[in-house]
């Protein structure tokens, strides 16, 4: 079935350090990939997505690029604040019966940005 | 907007006992779908409804059991509790547009303990 590997935690880092969270992937056909955040005591929120090979998709300075090749979907931002402090899932979409809405998340990575 | 509503916020039963969590999906979106995150793992799908009717079911027994209602909310039901059932449930929410990729919304979670 399908499944994420993503890098073990916890991360901790200086503010203004460069940031690389590796995730990788396996998955039988051609799923969508995904980048969610959890800051503590909330829910997830969608961070970043790819739909397809080379795809890069970005927000808020972080960025990850789609690599069918290497099945891989790193996570990077090149300089990380404190407010970026929080869990990061990597997940990929299943197409279910009806359309691309089964998750299958990593287990997650805590960041910690020390100021 | 309101976001993705779930309740209770936290809740507290015992063994054996049995458990009904509640959400309500953004307005308009007509797809819901549950996942449990154990403290420390990714979330992992249970279910998704859409149109009131379960279109992909995660790998959970069948004490596991959900429902959507002619309004789009939907309930969780949980039967003879287990001390691994202790987790945060969180329900998320799509548009279900045709074609192309949704974005799930997550509501903030239900943590259940079972004692």
């Known amino acids: 079935g399908d499944s994420v590997t993503q890098m073990e935690g916890p991360v901790t880092l200086s503010e203004e350090a460069f940031l690389t969270i590796n995730c990788t992937y396996t998955a039988t056909g051609y799923p969508s990939l995904f980048w969610y955040v959890q800051y503590p005591g909330e829910g997830l929120q969608l961070l970043l997505k790819a739909t397809k090979a080379d795809d890069k998709g970005s927000n808020k300075g972080f960025e990850a690029t789609y690599r069918k090749e290497t099945t891989s979907f790193h996570l990077e931002k090149g300089s990380v604040q404190v407010s970026d402090s929080a869990v990061y899932f990597c997940a990929l979409s299943d197409r279910t019966n009806f359309g691309n809405e089964k998750l299958t998340f990593g287990t997650g990575t805590r960041l910690t940005i020390i100021p | 907007d309101a976001g993705v509503t779930q309740s209770p916020t936290h809740l507290i039963k015992t063994r054996g006992q049995h458990v009904t969590l509640r959400c309500s999906p953004i307005?308009?979106?007509?797809?819901v779908s549950w996942y449990q995150q154990v403290l420390g793992q990714g979330p992992q799908f249970i279910f998704q409804y859409y149109e009131k009717e379960e279109r992909g079911r995660g790998n959970f027994p069948d004490r596991f059991s959900a429902r959507q209602f002619p309004n789009y909310s939907s309930e969780l039901n949980v039967n003879a509790l287990l001390l691994g059932d202790s987790a945060l449930y969180l329900c998320?929410?799509?548009?279900?547009?045709?074609?192309?990729?949704?974005?799930?919304?997550f509501g903030p979670g239900t943590r259940l303990t079972v004692l």
């Open positions: 307005s308009g979106h007509k797809s």
């Open positions: 998320a929410s799509s548009l279900r547009q045709a074609g192309g990729i949704d974005e799930q919304f």
